[in-house]
């Protein structure tokens, strides 16, 4: 069964950094696109980051552009979210999702959706 399994949530001091990490495994992320989602306690599900399957497009919501940063290491099959800036409105649970292998485009944004991760917490201190 294909995982996706993300890290490296936990507590932060405003301002401070993080960096999650997405690692596939029983799949292949090359050819896939993948996303990074967001949620807050009681607010919808907020679509922050994607990463083309070529890793050399990306886009970002309005919210986190220009102190989030997607990456991607194919070698190791895994996705980065780098979080720097990190203000109390960046608290929540952060899911990462592939795109669906099926006729996959690796392209943002994502269509359709296949494997998602079981998210990771990052809590904001002030």
């Known amino acids: 069964q294909s995982q996706f399994v993300e890290s490296g949530g936990g507590l932060v001091q405003a301002g401070g950094s993080l960096r999650l990490s997405c690692v596939a495994s029983?799949?292949?992320?090359?050819?896939?696109?993948v996303t990074w989602f967001r949620q807050a306690p009681g607010q919808e599900r907020e679509e922050i980051a994607c990463?083309?399957?070529?890793?050399?497009?990306?886009t970002y919501a309005a919210s986190v552009q220009g102190r989030f940063t997607v990456s991607r290491d194919s070698s190791k099959n895994t996705v980065y979210l780098q979080m720097n800036g990190v203000t109390p409105a960046d608290a929540g649970i952060y899911y990462c999702?592939?795109?669906?292998?099926?006729?996959?485009?690796?392209?943002?944004?994502?269509?359709?959706?296949?494997?998602w991760g079981q998210g990771t917490q990052v809590s904001v201190s002030t």
């Open positions: 990463i083309e399957s070529g890793g050399q497009g990306t």
């Open positions: 029983r799949f292949s992320l090359k050819q896939l696109a």
């Open positions: 999702a592939a795109e669906r292998s099926f006729l996959a485009l690796g392209a943002c944004p994502v269509r359709a959706f296949g494997t």
